[in-house]
């Protein structure tokens, strides 16, 4: 078992308006000693943006904005701006986040030159309604696609909604890799309930036409589908990437239910360097879990929900929403997770 060490929260809700019913799911970004933090801020009702603080060294908060950094500015994100996470290819920084109307809750993406002004290009993942999605994901190898690909539209159908042309394909925790991988991006995205992987040359490449073909192939992309026991529900991608010597280390979520509801675990596992859309390994069992009081009661109880990394040294930080209210810091040996990991089949 690999040692894992809870350092506690480093940030909670303050009586700004802005962030006063949670502060969680950070953005990490790691420049030297200091730890950027990209974290989403929830104001009365569920409205949600992103606030900024940074750190020297992993854990001491140095500056906190008292406003937040990125609003909500359009119709497609008009209740939140949400869970970002942050890789710099080049000289740009790519934020993906969740944006969420209201109803629908899709990928997004904003770039950045220095963490201060951002410029949003708009929804990046499959803008298609659930009788769309179904018909597409029918041309795939059924017996290869895992029956809760269909959970969506079955429920849908059951409640009389699926004709709402208005209800999206819900498509959440994009990740893209901090590099070019062949000279293409890469990305994860978690089209319930599984991890999907998309690779292209340019953003402009992620048209209907491309979504199309995509879904109608969904199962040549999924990444990784739930597994273990603690992940049986769905699984999401958490932290981005991490470029070690074995692979790709991937820190994700996991979630099961339990007589009380859902419980949310950081899980592991590992992704081939040049083809990442092949798994090496993953544990077959919690990295961590919810089990301090602070994860298991909050705005919504036993949830741990990885986001970012940093690296120190041979100590890998990883920084989780806590019980959707709080953001805490787990640390543990990259070296003895990832000897772990290689003993995994």
């Given at each position: 078992?690999?040692?894992?060490?809870?350092?506690?929260?480093?940030?909670?809700?303050?009586?700004?308006?802005?962030?006063?019913?949670?502060?969680?799911?950070?953005?990490?970004?790691?420049?030297?000693?200091?730890?950027?933090?990209?974290?989403?801020?929830?104001?009365?009702?569920?409205?949600?943006t992103?606030?900024?603080?940074?750190?020297?060294?992993?854990?001491?908060?140095?500056?906190?904005?008292?406003?937040?950094?990125?609003?909500?500015?359009?119709?497609?994100?008009?209740?939140?701006?949400?869970?970002?996470?942050?890789?710099?290819i080049?000289?740009?920084?790519?934020?993906?986040y969740?944006?969420?109307?209201?109803?629908?809750?899709?990928?997004?993406?904003?770039t950045?030159?220095?963490?201060?002004?951002?410029?949003?290009?708009?929804?990046?993942?499959?803008?298609v309604?659930?009788?769309?999605?179904?018909?597409?994901?029918?041309?795939?190898?059924?017996?290869?696609?895992?029956?809760?690909?269909?959970?969506?539209?079955?429920?849908?159908?059951?409640?009389?909604?699926?004709?709402?042309?208005?209800?999206?394909?819900?498509?959440?925790?994009?990740?893209?890799?901090?590099?070019?991988?062949?000279?293409?991006?890469v990305?994860?995205?978690?089209?319930?309930?599984?991890?999907?992987?998309?690779?292209?040359d340019?953003?402009?490449?992620?048209?209907?036409?491309?979504?199309?073909?995509?879904?109608?192939?969904?199962?040549?992309?999924?990444?990784?589908?739930?597994?273990?026991?603690?992940?049986?529900?769905?699984?999401?991608?958490?932290?981005?990437?991490?470029?070690?010597?074995?692979?790709?280390?991937?820190?994700?979520?996991?979630?099961?239910?339990?007589?009380?509801?859902?419980?949310?675990?950081?899980?592991?596992?590992?992704?081939?360097?040049?083809?990442?859309?092949?798994?090496?390994?993953?544990?077959?069992?919690?990295?961590?879990?919810?089990?301090?009081?602070w994860?298991k009661?909050?705005?919504?109880?036993?949830?741990?929900f990885?986001?970012?990394?940093?690296?120190?040294?041979?100590?890998?930080?990883?920084?989780?929403?806590?019980?959707?209210?709080?953001?805490?810091?787990?640390k543990?040996?990259?070296?003895?997770?990832?000897?772990?990991?290689?003993?995994?089949?």
């Amino acid at each position: 078992m690999i040692t894992v060490e809870k350092l506690g929260i480093i940030l909670s809700p303050t009586e700004r308006d802005f962030e006063k019913n949670g502060v969680l799911n950070p953005g990490i970004y790691q420049e030297g000693n200091t730890v950027h933090i990209l974290y989403r801020a929830v104001e009365d009702g569920n409205f949600s943006t992103i606030g900024y603080a940074k750190t020297d060294g992993p854990l001491k908060i140095i500056e906190r904005l008292d406003y937040p950094i990125m609003k909500r500015d359009f119709d497609y994100e008009k209740q939140g701006v949400e869970d970002a996470r942050i890789v710099k290819i080049e000289d740009l920084y790519y934020i993906t986040y969740t944006a969420y109307d209201g109803i629908n809750a899709m990928g997004a993406l904003a770039t950045s030159k220095d963490l201060i002004h951002f410029e949003k290009h708009g929804i990046i993942t499959p803008k298609v309604n659930y009788q769309e999605y179904e018909s597409h994901v029918n041309c795939c190898d059924a017996a290869k696609l895992n029956p809760k690909y269909h959970q969506y539209y079955n429920l849908f159908s059951q409640i009389g909604l699926v004709g709402d042309e208005t209800r999206l394909l819900r498509d959440k925790d994009v990740v893209l890799f901090p590099r070019k991988i062949n000279g293409q991006f890469v990305l994860l995205h978690r089209i319930w309930p599984g991890i999907q992987i998309v690779k292209f040359d340019n953003w402009k490449d992620l048209t209907p036409s491309f979504w199309e073909d995509y879904l109608m192939n969904l199962t040549d992309h999924i990444v990784l589908d739930p597994k273990d026991p603690y992940e049986m529900n769905y699984i999401g991608a958490g932290v981005p990437p991490i470029e070690t010597p074995d692979g790709w280390l991937l820190i994700y979520h996991g979630v099961h239910e339990t007589t009380t509801g859902r419980m949310y675990h950081a899980k592991a596992a590992l992704l081939h360097l040049e083809k990442p859309e092949m798994e090496i390994s993953r544990l077959p069992y919690p990295l961590f879990s919810p089990i301090k009081d602070w994860e298991k009661e909050g705005t919504v109880d036993n949830i741990v929900f990885p986001t970012g990394s940093a690296l120190f040294g041979n100590d890998l930080y990883i920084y989780y929403g806590a019980a959707d209210k709080h953001i805490a810091v787990a640390k543990m040996d990259i070296n003895e997770l990832l000897h772990e990991l290689r003993k995994q089949p």
